[in-house]
């Protein structure tokens, strides 16, 4: 049971797979994502499963709403008629087997998370592990002026996070009761 999102089982799925967020490895998969509801509550819960399996490309977002009563003949025809064209557009997409074509923002993504792992290693050793001597996420051509776009887009947002003091610095937080005492204040 939930209200107006995923339910526990799903959110423990979604946090399985998290890591998928910053190292994407499905690039190949489609998802068709299919939230059953009894009330109208289907966009938020279909916005928490968009993420879930990071460079997986979704197909379709099917939201269906299922009430505990019984339905008219045209509201469930209606429901079978959208079932039938989600399942279609799946069935399509799970044809092609070609990996997809970087957008502008796939770069930006890639060499954000590369530029992390790389500043804090330390701190994310398997997401240094993952980027370390990568181009891009897979072996594909990336058009030269996206990558240029990307790297300054990227550097700017990486100027912008250190001006807000969101770069490795010495202190952790929250800092320790025996830390907080010994600081000069």
């Not at 910053?22 to 289907?42: D, I, S, W």
């Not at 819960?45 to 879930?52: F, I, M, Q």
């Not at 990071?54 to 025809?77: K, M, N």
């Not at 240094?128 to 594909?140: D, I, L, Q």
């Amino acid at each position: 049971m939930c209200v107006s999102n995923v339910s526990w089982l799903t959110k423990n799925f979604i946090d399985r797979f998290a890591y998928t967020k910053h190292r994407p490895r499905f690039f190949r998969q489609k998802v068709l994502t299919v939230v059953n509801m009894a009330g109208t509550e289907k966009k938020e819960a279909l916005s928490a499963l968009r993420n879930v399996l990071g460079g997986s490309r979704i197909v379709h977002e099917l939201g269906i709403a299922t009430t505990p009563w019984p339905q008219t003949e045209r509201a469930v025809a209606a429901k079978e008629r959208t079932i039938d064209i989600a399942a279609k557009k799946f069935y399509r997409a799970c044809l092609d087997t070609s990996l997809p074509s970087p957008t502008l923002a796939s770069p930006m993504n890639f060499f954000i998370y590369q530029k992390l792992s790389l500043e804090c290693r330390q701190y994310l050793p398997a997401d240094h592990a993952f980027y370390n001597g990568k181009t891009y996420y897979y072996e594909t051509n990336v058009n030269p002026i996206k990558v240029v776009a990307a790297k300054a887009f990227v550097g700017i947002m990486m100027y912008l996070y250190l001006m807000k003091g969101m770069g490795v610095g010495t202190v952790s937080w929250p800092v320790a009761k025996e830390d907080a005492r010994s600081r000069p204040k």
